[in-house]
């Protein structure tokens, strides 16, 4: 299966998730337009560039997998299948949303898609994602958990602690880091004295393997060979994904600390354009194809955001729910 | 083991065995908790009994350990994770107090959290500052976490057993100067409502509330003061969250005193919230001002005669309960 080119996707999925990277893209300008306009309280941090990582990861996860992620995480738990509408509107704080307007942007939670989780304190998901991995080997059911993580949570402290457990442990993890160059403000290089991170796995004799984040295809096959050992008792994997954000860290960063034309270049290798013009190589798929592909999330997108404004909020009576379950 | 006469260590032991026992989803974690026992010999035997997979050694990483009872317990286990000394809850505080506490209300609601923490405080035995405090407070004013403080074989094997059980995180402090205390265990019937506090002896005069080591010292001041005629109350709150204010101002009503000892400092501790309760809502019950025995505010220091003078005596309870009645 990893052979083939088109790493097991038919025609229906390769477009679909084509189309779930664009929709991924098109919510995000959404999220910075409707914050712009005030309906998106605090800050908010932005993926657009990021898209073919999440998507490509979590297209090669099976039913039952878990996923948790960062507050930069609207992507990834879109490309877990989490609804647009309510992922919207949780966004804008409304009853309806993923979490009912009790997490926000930062943490968007979608755990009937396996979504587990976004988390805004910076590496204090990868101890949670051995968490799962454990319970899933305790209990055999066989699902992998996936974890998303940024260049910066490689220097965290649970960052080194969680990757020992799950060493020793061998559980089912796939650490996937998204290196996008820059640790908030600050460039990798003057955070880190690595720069390859995969090295960081060799200290706890874990697997490694660093891919083109930008590739949808070069990204879902080192996650299906990670999902293959994982599920197999071989223990994590980590996986550096080479990508870019466009955008800032958060809406109040203008990204002017970036070197001129850094950013045109990686937008010359935007991960949508790339997948499209390799879409088009495919002897079933035809530019029309695509194009409707397109068409169909731009109507999915702007549909799903008129929905999710127009829900009301949370009733304020209702804010002491679900801090016990027992209560 | 109900009704049996044992040791407080043996009553741990006990509920984490009966729970092992009862439910497959029931997993220990921690340092050296499966093949030493503890280092307080709290889990001996278990590992024997039980297997690696249920009572599992981890590295020594705090952030590791409570990320994973975090993660295991969403998705389907019931962990217990011990924190060697409960001052290392310091390392692990953003793991506890971020994400333990809040999972549950920052996702609406979407799973539940039944994650229990084992953690071993308390001072009088010589361990210096930082493996002798009672930290139970620093989690005091954190939405999201029950804080259990048995102060008997009797109530640390029937509230371990209910944390276990319970759906909604619970850090449960064991007194590491009472493992070797003895005491009779309950009948089944006998089980404590949830977060009620015990009256432990009867009085008329004064009501003083304690909790773990404080609890007995106090019930000997109580003694000692008998002979003289002073008839004192004497109420162990068990638990810190839920607070159990309603006995205490049941006793107060025929007491009109209220005294509050506790082992740690009195900045913003259980001890203080309790005396603001009282006042808040009884201050007419009041026939003196009600106040507060704590450690002096001072790291604990390591020599028997500075550590001896820091935290509450038999003898410096007795002069606050004589003064509180000449007021």
């Not at chain 1, 097991?8 to 679909?16: E, Y």
């Not at chain 1, 799950?166 to 993890?173: C, E, I, T």
């Not at chain 2, 019950?285 to 507060?292: H, K």
């Amino acid at each position: 299966m990893i052979a083939d080119p088109w790493a097991g996707l038919d025609p229906s999925r390769l477009l679909g998730l084509f189309r779930r990277m664009v929709e991924i893209r098109l919510f995000e300008d959404e999220v910075m337009r409707l914050f712009n306009e005030n309906l998106v309280r605090a800050s908010t941090h932005l993926c657009q560039g990021q898209e073919a990582v999440v998507v490509g990861a979590c297209s090669a996860l099976a039913g039952g997998d878990m996923m948790s992620c960062t507050y930069r995480g609207h992507g990834a738990v879109l490309a877990m299948g989490a609804p647009l509408d309510r992922s919207m509107a949780e966004i804008l704080g409304r009853e309806a949303g993923l979490c009912r307007g009790r997490g926000g942007s930062m943490h968007l939670t979608d755990v009937s898609v396996g979504a587990m989780g976004s988390f805004a304190v910076v590496g204090a998901h990868l101890p949670f994602s051995c968490g799962t991995a454990l319970a899933a080997q305790q209990l055999g059911t066989g699902a992998v958990s996936l974890c998303f993580f940024g260049d910066g949570a490689t220097n965290i402290g649970a960052f080194h602690e969680a990757m020992n457990l799950a060493a020793v442990w061998k559980l089912p993890v796939i650490f996937v880091c998204e290196n996008n160059l820059y640790g908030e403000y600050s460039p990798i290089a003057a955070t880190t004295p690595v720069t390859e991170l995969t090295t960081r796995a060799a200290s706890y004799a874990m697997t490694a393997e660093r891919v083109d984040g930008n590739d949808l295809l070069a990204v879902r096959r080192a996650v299906l060979r990670a999902r293959e050992s994982a599920a197999g008792g071989k223990g994590p994997t980590m996986i550096e994904a080479l990508t870019y954000r466009h955008m800032g860290h958060s809406r109040s960063d203008p990204a002017t600390y970036r070197p001129e034309g850094e950013l045109e270049r990686w937008k010359r290798r935007d991960p949508i354009a790339l997948f499209a013009t390799t879409l088009e190589e495919h002897d079933e798929i035809g530019a029309p194809d695509v194009a409707d592909a397109r068409a169909a999330a731009e109507a999915a997108v702007a549909e799903a955001v008129d929905r999710a404004v127009a829900w009301p909020e949370p009733d304020p009576a209702e804010r002491f729910d679900d801090v016990w379950a027992n209560a | 083991m109900r009704g049996e006469t044992v040791t407080y260590r043996e009553a741990v032991i006990g509920a984490l065995a009966d729970e092992l026992d009862a439910d497959p989803a029931v997993v220990l974690i921690g340092e050296d908790v499966g093949a030493a026992g503890g280092v307080f010999k709290a889990t001996a035997g278990l590992f024997a009994r039980f297997g690696g997979d249920r009572v599992r050694d981890t590295p020594i990483s705090e952030q590791a350990i409570v990320g994973t009872v975090l993660g295991a317990a969403v998705a389907g286990l019931r962990p217990v994770g011990e924190i060697m000394f409960a001052d290392f809850a310091g390392v692990c505080y953003d793991q506890i107090a971020n994400q333990l506490a809040k999972y549950r209300y920052q996702t609406g609601g979407q799973a539940t959290v039944p994650a229990t923490l084992r953690l071993s405080g308390g001072g009088s035995l010589g361990f210096g500052a930082q493996h002798s405090q009672c930290v139970e407070n620093w989690f005091l004013n954190i939405p999201g976490l029950h804080l259990f403080v048995p102060g008997t074989p009797a109530d640390a094997y029937t509230m371990l057993r209910a944390a276990i059980r319970c759906d909604d995180p619970v850090l449960v402090f064991e007194h590491k100067a009472l493992y070797s205390l003895r005491g009779e265990l309950r009948d089944e019937s006998d089980t404590p409502a949830f977060g009620r506090a015990e009256v432990v002896q009867s009085g008329s005069d004064v009501t003083v509330v304690a909790t773990q080591l404080m609890r007995h010292r106090s019930a000997e001041a109580a003694e000692l003061l008998a002979a003289d005629g002073i008839s004192v109350e004497v109420i162990d709150l068990r638990s810190i969250a839920p607070l159990d204010v309603d006995t205490v101002l049941e006793s107060i009503k025929r007491t009109g005193r209220l005294i509050c000892v506790q082992e740690s400092p009195g900045p913003g501790s259980w001890g203080e919230a309790l005396v603001a309760q009282v006042a808040v809502r009884a201050f007419e019950l009041l026939d003196a001002p009600p106040s507060l025995v704590a450690a002096d505010p001072i790291p604990l220091p390591y020599a028997k005669a500075l550590e001896d003078a820091t935290i509450p005596s038999v003898k410096s309870i007795a002069e606050a309960i004589r003064h509180t009645l000449s007021s």
